[in-house]
């Protein structure tokens, strides 16, 4: 066989390889108000008021380069309130747009479910979902947070034969550059040496836009963008800094050692906007220039003052009087223009 035959088709075969690794598969857990919004997911969609009807929407696919596929069964999907009680849900399939692989539109089986928040506090919601095409099941959770100062429940553990990530920071009123860090766990027990993947959701037009942005700066293996990683210490404890607002997944995994399933637990952070925004200050602060401005200002109209004081019989020590009056009615002008 001619050798650039051999090379071209040996370079097909790594392109698709490399293809089927761009990105991890992830069960998404979105609340929305219906089919037609379930992708313009955002963390204000995980609070939720006493006495609200919430329907969560449950997808399978590629979070970050936002690529769907059906989900080949019913997930099993229950919910936990913030009293501990367990209330089933009833999973209705739905089919929701999306992308395939390639990039070409489809519609996607995914599935609904619908529970009342009847309480106060944390409710946490628990998916699981069994993909054979992935050899893996996963239970992943999401957390509804009501209720003003009410902040318990989010670390409940409701997996407890399975795998399980159990986390130690709130899940929620967290912005941007916060460190998040949790505890894996495996039948009730810390799984120590696990991979743990991370990775951010985005929309349609963002996710094509950063993968062709990533795929040009990172042609040696674009997805070590996509899919971030951390391994478990022998506590099964870990961390990882969730730089950027968005919906965030993390995730893990407890290998088979017997040719079985791979097992996951799945947890679903929030993240908020920087608060207070970039730019945004109190009304009473002031800039270094501006204050260094306003000392220049004032220094400039005591000299001024001074020698127009020479040649009078003023008090000694006028001049330095004038300047420190100049220099704090400089600082009110600049806080008031604030």
Known sequence: MNKSVITIAFAALLLIACNGMAGAHFTMVFPSDSEATVWDVAPEDYIATLGETKTVYVMWG????????????????SVTKPDGAVEQLTPEQIT??????DGSPGDFVAYKASFTVDQDGDSIVLVKYDDPDENLIDYCKAVIHCGEETWYGWDSEVATEQTEVIPYVRPYGMEEGFVFSGNAKYSGQP?????????????????????????????????????????TNQNGDFSYTLDEPGIWFVCAAKESDTGGRTLRGVFIVPVLEEFPPEGESSATSISSAELQKAVDEAKAAAEDAKEAAAGTSSTPGFGVILAAAGILGALFLAIRRK
């Not at 929309?203 to 971030?228: N, Q």
């Open 62 to 77: 590629h979070p970050y380069e936002h690529i769907s596929f059906d989900m080949a069964s019913a997930p099993e999907i």
């Open 191 to 231: 799984l120590p040496g696990a991979t743990v993947e991370v990775e951010q959701y985005h929309t349609l037009d963002v996710g094509k836009e950063i993968v062709e942005v990533a795929e040009k700066k990172f042609s040696y293996d674009p997805p070590m963008v996509f899919t971030r990683q951390v391994t």
């Open 96 to 101: 929701v747009p999306g992308q395939h692989e």
